[in-house]
């Protein structure tokens, strides 16, 4: 019975009446409505007729892998479908239950044809979280299913990878790469430039987030020394390679999947060539940036507050100085530059140097990209995605050093530099002969 009800007999119209409401049809075929009255403890038809399908519908939505056993921290995707009939796109989102704001949404506009939509990655220190997965049908959000996401163990700092906690032992390079392997869900060893990457971010690391001041292994084989491995020290930014059976630190990274702009990226919207840490919209943590424009070489050492980066800065396009030339000559020549329309250059700190080596000053930077481990793609995803030496009118990087503002604290007539061909970073006697190359860079705020 769809619906019913009763007639009292009235004698003065020899008869009676009621009112029967037929609901909605909600199936996707038309279907019979008979009317009917009981006489005699039988049913006798009145009238009869048909009710028209539902003209829009969805009888079946679906998430898959099925994310009701769970999933880990990482970066998930997952297909929603729903089939039936619409006439325009059906948005469908994941959020965090009990938080109304979409960690991801799509749009499914083909029945039976799947949307992705990928789950951020549940950043250290969060705990598990519940995902629920919906659709959106006649302005309200329907619920299709829902899974927990592991508690997070990455430490997100806004570029394209995430770090895990330190564990605080040292390994050969051998054991760190089967640690950071044994940790699953695409955890893996670090590149050079990775690496490099996250030393320049290095002030704003506290907590369990924070590196120690000590050599850590990276992902990548020097060319022709397949016995040794690349390494950053953590407590001056030194890079060079040693035997993989010496023992140094760890940290493990994986690559976070997002549709967000990371840090830092490359922009010739203003004419020049310009590295972003920070815009408007976000970027890395103003502890590792200058809180103020700089128009003149900051020359304190390397674990001063001397050695931090610009939000945006420009990087001068021509070589620079034609000859090899001293540090004190270097920082001169920056601060005495006009070029690209500007006279307030400077020499770059040692962090914003070595960001220039792992952003692509030259082609060797893909040496730096390289991940010898076997575990994870080779060569890793680039810092970013576009290099330095690719934008047009920049000229590539010599395959030499370059002189940094940043002077050396232990060798108090040394200042740092940066070797393009491999990446290196050392420091070397300001006054040593033969000198250095020299490229300028410019704050843009």
Known sequence: ELNKGGITYSSASKGGSTTLTVPANEEESMRSIAFQYQWGGNWVTIASGTQQERPFYINQATVSPDPTNGFSSAATAFTVTLTGAWDGPVPVRAIINGNSVALVEGSVTTSGKGVSLTVPANAYPNPARTIVFQYQWDNKWVEIDRGTQAAGDGIDQGGGIEISPDPGSAMTWDQVVAYCSSKGDGWRLPTLNELIYLYCLAPSFTGEAA?????????????????????????????????KTTSYYVRCVWDKVTTQQTYPYITTATGGVVIVLRDDNGGVDEANLFSSRKTASPTGNEASTDNRMSRKFRVQKAQGQSSRVNWETAKSYCENLNTEGYSDWRLPTQRELMLIWAMGGNSYVTSGDKND???????APAISSSYLYQQSGFTAFAADFYWSATQSSSYSTGAWSVDFSNGRTKYYNKTISGGGSVRCVRDEW
């Open 211 to 243: 590196f120690a001041a000590v050599n850590y292994w990276s992902a990548t084989q020097p060319s022709l020394h397949s016995s040794r491995a690349w390494y950053v020290d953590f407590n001056s930014g030194s890079t060079s390679y040693s035997l």
């Open 373 to 379: 481990t076997g575990v994870g793609s080779n060569p």
